[in-house]
């Protein structure tokens, strides 16, 4: 780029060219004009903070003179020499006297990550909607009533640790109406809803200093209690006596008996088996193929036991769904993670949700030896995708596998004989 002494004559010969273009000034380093496509020229001065480079704007030309901008820019430049960044000082000074707070901010970031502005931080993809409409419940059920009045600008990392602990103590724990006829959904806290939630407040502020909102992230290095829940699993008598609790589940619709089944011999996440069609269901292949799932297309072996589930239930033409609405056949049975509560509490069982049973049909495939990877596809987690092998029929191998820890799985809730599932030699 250009270097001159900037003067007035020399900034009044400046022409536009096809793209911006800076001319920097020979006697004060860091200060510099850019000229734009339209003609407009500004000042700005260029400095090192917290070792990063920044670019603040200093005003436009005439309304600044190139003297007034070079002293503003000397200005500038000392204060960072002494420690500060003047750009970030600036915002944050803007960000005051706007008012911007917490549930602003918070707002603004729904808005970006539905215009798909905001990516996941490991893939680099936008959100998806459901991810979408878990972050707007966590958002008004726990960041704006706790938060959601502090200035952005003023925000600590104590008051941050003070909202960890309240969510963890329960304290935005409520019940509200749900969008189900007659439905109520309860909202909970503890220490993992605590530091999911924290995780997405971090997550909405490291935006928000993107964005020019605030300096530094006050969700950094908060302390967050072990979610005991995701660490949890069943042991075989807690499998027992949830099968007994099924067994006598007469009163519940037969969507949450077969649902919970299927959760149990699958590993499947809650929202698959809920939103599960007849379209991803093919039992000559013995999979489960997943068009959308949260880690994107999924094929999923499928277990003799959780076969003979499928293959119960009636399919009558014109439904789409496996599990289908109590009142409305049209939709999905959306009441299984109730109905859940409802038999595990039955069944005199504590903390057990539908991520327990996942994790548990992963910690018996691990008692019976099977390696990471194939936990991991059995699962559908991401990194160990198995859509490329699929043509016609899934690996007979993982399939096998899956049967052998349904199997098991079955076998714990009835308390039956286990039917041997031979495993077959690869081609």
Not at 16 to 36: C, Q
Not at 110 to 118: F, N
Not at 120 to 147: M, V
Request: overall charge positive; aromatic content about 4%; charged content about 25%.
């Amino acid at each position: 780029m250009p270097t001159a002494k900037l003067t007035r004559k020399l900034v009044d010969e400046l022409q536009p060219e096809a793209k911006p273009y800076t001319v920097w000034d020979s006697e004060l380093p860091g200060f510099g004009a850019v000229v734009n496509p339209g003609g407009r020229i500004a000042f700005v001065v260029d400095y090192v903070a917290a070792g990063r480079r920044r670019r603040m704007a200093i005003g436009r030309y005439p309304i600044l003179t190139v003297d007034q901008a070079r002293a503003q820019a000397r200005t500038e430049a000392a204060k960072a020499q002494l420690g500060a960044d003047p750009l970030q000082d600036k915002r944050e000074a803007k960000s005051r006297r706007l008012g911007l707070t917490v549930a602003e901010l918070c707002d603004q970031y729904i808005e970006a990550a539905e215009a798909g502005k905001v990516l996941k931080r490991r893939s680099k993809t936008p959100k998806k909607a459901s991810t979408l409409a878990t972050d707007r419940g966590r958002i008004d059920r726990h960041i704006k009533p706790l938060l959601g009045k502090a200035l952005v600008a003023d925000l600590t990392q104590r008051q941050v640790q003070q909202f960890v602990d309240d969510v963890a103590a329960g304290k935005t724990a409520t019940k509200e109406r749900s969008g189900r006829p007659r439905g109520v959904a309860r909202v909970t806290g503890g220490a993992g809803t605590a530091a999911r939630t924290v995780g997405l407040l971090g997550g909405i502020l490291s935006w928000g200093i993107r964005q020019g909102a605030l300096a530094s992230n006050p969700a950094l290095g908060v302390e967050r209690a072990a979610d005991k829940k995701r660490d949890r699993h069943l042991s075989p008598d807690e499998f027992r006596a949830l099968g007994k609790a099924l067994e006598g589940a007469v009163a519940e619709p037969w969507q949450a008996v077969a649902g919970i089944w299927l959760l149990a011999l699958t590993g499947c996440r809650l929202g698959e088996i809920v939103r599960l069609q007849w379209s991803e269901v093919d039992l000559d292949a013995e999979v489960l193929v997943f068009g959308d799932t949260k880690s994107g297309r999924s094929i999923r072996p499928l277990g003799s036991p959780a076969q003979s589930i499928l293959r119960g239930l009636e399919r009558p033409k014109g439904f789409a769904y496996v599990l289908r609405g109590v009142r409305n056949p049209e939709r999905p049975y959306g009441s299984l993670d109730t109905a859940l509560d409802r038999i595990t509490k039955a069944a005199e069982l504590e903390g057990v949700t539908a991520h327990v049973l996942r994790h548990s049909f992963a910690s018996v495939a691990g008692d019976l030896n099977y390696s990471d990877g194939t936990i991991g596809t059995m699962l559908g987690h991401k990194g160990h995708s198995v859509t490329s092998r699929y043509t016609h029929r899934l690996d007979a191998v993982l399939i096998a596998a899956a049967s052998k820890v349904a199997g098991e799985i079955e076998q714990m809730m009835t308390g039956q004989s286990a039917k041997v599932v031979a495993m077959p030699r690869r081609a």
